[in-house]
């Protein structure tokens, strides 16, 4: 199987994440070591479709490592939904050569990415890249850790502000369905209360926890909402908490998209650099419909059928203990 | 006139700036070194009428140099806007021996330190403390410098996501009367268009920019929003903009109170330095109801009254010109 | 048991780490919350000895969560070898009410706790803090993911004028024994070429990777040296490479105690507080001469003398395979 | 004049500075939206004569704003002190049509351009490019600010460790003639002394600063050392301390060519976009032999010839005054 492998073709779907630079670049030098020719998809399965694709070698990623952002480029394709995008896709990516491909992306890039392969027969690997670290399959997902190091920074500059004025702040950060960012920088911030889409918390339950911080004279007070808080948002769990205490003079930041860019971390670097490396391993051992993920210090392999079908609880109970101690 | 002084007060008032820390740091050090002694009022005007006073040594301002916010806290206050509550404030600071004052804050509080000194004969020096670089007197007020490291460093991660996605942001900073951060971070920040308190851009105009951008493949495209743009902030002109030109997918981030934290860049820390100094050696002097200021290279004084009443184009000719050929 | 332990005592010893504030704080609160008392012992073993202990409350580790250093000081101590300086250690801390103990540091602090704990039974949890990751029963240990984010901003920024001179740098960074931030550094950092403790690497072999890059017109040439590697450091190698192979103008650049330094990353705040909780929850469910550690995603634990006696190989294969690899 | 002029060179030369690029990307885009062509000159003098020269439009510059170091890359050109290399370097530069020339760099990089400039009456405007400061003309030089922030962030890592540990730290920076980088980093870093090669200090006049200091139980005790210092360098500095005073136990640290690189400031990269925007103005309407500059917050042109000639003393006297008063 090794052998009859001639060209990779690599792209990056859905949100863009930290890493995948670092990611791209460990996939195209990987495959050129081991003989192999490169292509890159440029925005995502939209490039397949669209024929937009270009030839790599080690030069076309240089100095790239470092850059937050992907080159390729990324999109969300509904035309791939559809057999007849597929199929066009295929008959494009056969013309170029390319018999092979890994996907650098989250959830939605894997479900394509496994129907395809299934269809067409075509060898895929999948990288898992997102901020969300809501993929089954992996500790961490590519772009995670950079994430949580741009929102800290944020709300280490928030506190400073906060606590000059005795002021009350309310951050939003990204996480439609997994509270990891929230949890984690919540407790990297030191954050008085947390509110995530996996645990319901109640305004005035909230509301008791301020009121006790303000008791014992904490400097400042920030409380962390998950985008996907079953209050709403923000703004409007802000507006519920000033109706009922006004102690404070309440601010509320939404991070949105600069979490993001960025530099990658060095952990995110290693990690893209690791995955990328093993996606392209695997491919050439014959390995298809797989994802290649991180457990503790070793790099795995999962089916993708597996991490799309399985959930994976990723809020470490320790940690949700914790933002009741910590904070006192 | 110098050896009458005993005990300088210092306080921080208005919105806090990156700087004052060390800022502060200067006042007392310099004054203790003068063989003088200093007491800190907290939380500004409203610490004078609550006899909120503690008193200071070198000691209390180590290693803050390097931190943002203010050890001192800040409020807005009313009270101090009344003759009752200025002589409240009087009695106090003269009850704990406080007999010259340091000012560090903007517009509003070297209002209230005018007064306050005309009054009761008690002699001020004002420090141009706001991010928003909008005093007279001062080629830069402190914590200006470090806003705009921060902007930029937040413009730098959305052009990450925005190149990734062929997306186009809205970026609005603060500025309500002052485009100072907005211009300068839009030349820093490689923006295609910035609109300015001082300067109405219609939307057609807006909008005529960013189909040339767009026929010019720019990869991203970034329009930095001052908040007292007369379009009415970021979410109104995204809206409009969308109306008529569906080119690109459209987001919004309002960077909020993150602009105000932050430890203070290395300019920010030096001229916190100089100021705190030179208000000190001026108070010393026998000098009152002066601001001190940087121009050039220089440490200058301007009375407290030419500092409110006269107004100053911080906006450079050429930088407003610029905005338009650097992005092509 | 859980009931007899009523004053804890927290000290670091050894080399400072990022996150060891932000441990103290979890340990500080977790404690409290728990209705027990703590104590801080400064400097380490040698404040035990000094009797240089202060008692702690929830706010005396407020605002300390993102501060680089310890503000409980640490130092190396002589005389807490000697059987006569720990039993005056034992007097001390016995009239302070102690009667449990959290020991932040590396190796040479377990060694000191075990020891201790066994001769005046006494109970003991140790937290693995050190940059160099080379602690037995922990995946990371507190400190290192910091480093490796400090060493590659540094990488980074000497790459840019590396890349503006067609210069070779040498870049030193800490691991005595340990390669550990050495290779992860080199991968994050696009090296060329990585030295480390664990794996001879000559210099003529060294020399043909340079050679082959320079010949691959590769715009920047970095080479990473731990401290250990049997070359003899940075400037060792620099001079042996410059006797045969003078393409480049070579630098060498030793990055020092700034490695050390720094507000910890957020993975490092995480890990110090999870750990902090673990340490002082494991102590009152009455476990001594342990340590707490991370597994994947998971708190474990690990008897004091297992981590003493075992030694864990902490370069993943893949990785250093992939060195000669991503560099094409 | 202006219309004769059909083709603008530019390059840079001598060493790297941040802020390069964006310079070069404001000296491209002016002088294409003025309507002249533009040609990069590689590896600067050197790129002359070697006749490396590339064409530029507007796209390649794109995204080159953020970037430290120099697309164009930058040399020492001793060929060039030649009359042969210079005649060669014209007739190069003519073959491709270049009737123009912007040279980014320092003293060498003007002398160069001046000499040049009067043999072959070719118009050419000299931008000031270097870390250290130190031109006649401009109250900053492109780099300085970004430098000295790479700097002070540093020192605050270098403070957390030496406050851990009671230890003094003697770190070395840039600056050969010019004690800029040294004062000012001296003074927002907090130092506790700070050797400048404009002003000599003896070993003892420093150990009694230190004394005192230790006296004062500061918690950390950092000494700047100018590169140019005449006691020889921080190593020696530190050696020579250490012989009389072993209070501490004392660090070096040499931060090299760290200094150099990373990504702009804000303040450069508005500088540099300024400079090199009035540069191809300058150009066009008829300067020749002029450096531009900043004064206060206005743009100013300076002929090459005062500017080589003349000596500007850029130490502010307040700020060395201040040294012995803020560190109390």
Chains 1, 2, 3, 4 share one sequence.
Do not use: W
């Amino acid at each position: 199987m090794e052998n009859s492998i001639k060209r990779i073709g690599v792209f990056t779907s859905g949100g863009d994440a930290p890493g995948m630079n670092a990611c791209i670049r460990a996939v195209v030098r990987t495959a050129i070591y081991e003989g192999k020719k490169v292509s890159g998809i440029l925005h995502g399965y939209q490039g397949m479709i669209d024929k937009n694709i270009i030839a790599m070698d080690s030069r076309s990623v240089s100095n790239i490592l470092q850059l937050g952002g992907t080159i390729l480029k990324t999109a969300r394709c509904l035309d791939f939904r559809t057999t007849e995008g597929r199929l066009k896709a295929y008959n494009n990516i056969k013309e170029e050569g390319i018999d092979a491909l890994v996907a650098i992306g989250g959830d939605g890039t894997f479900t394509g990415a496994e129907v395809f392969s299934r269809e067409f027969d075509i060898p895929v690997v999948g990288i898992p890249g997102t901020i969300d670290n809501d993929l089954y399959g992996s500790d961490f997902t590519l772009g995670y850790d950079t994430a949580n190091n741009t929102v800290i920074d944020a709300i280490d500059k928030i506190r400073d502000t906060a606590a000059s004025h005795d002021r009350l702040f309310f951050i939003e950060v990204m996480g439609r369905d997994s509270g990891c960012i929230a949890l984690n920088c919540g407790i990297a911030g030191g954050a008085e209360a947390i509110l995530l889409p996996e645990k319901e918390t109640g305004i005035d339950e909230l509301i008791q926890k301020l009121e006790s911080a303000a008791k014992d004279k904490k400097s400042s007070t920030i409380v962390i909402v998950a985008e996907g808080d079953k209050n709403g948002g923000a703004y409007n769990v802000a507006k519920r908490v000033q109706e009922k205490f006004d102690f404070y003079d309440a601010k509320v930041t939404i991070l949105g998209h600069l979490q993001r860019g960025g530099s990658p971390s060095s952990f995110d670097r290693v990690l893209a650099s690791r995955l990328g490396f093993a996606a392209v391993k695997n491919l050439l051992r014959g390995q298809t419909r797989i994802m290649v993920g991180l457990r503790g210090n070793d790099i795995v392999t999962t089916s993708l059928e597996e991490a799309l079908r399985s959930k994976e609880f990723k809020l470490a109970e320790d940690m949700i203990e914790m933002t009741n101690v910590l904070a006192i």
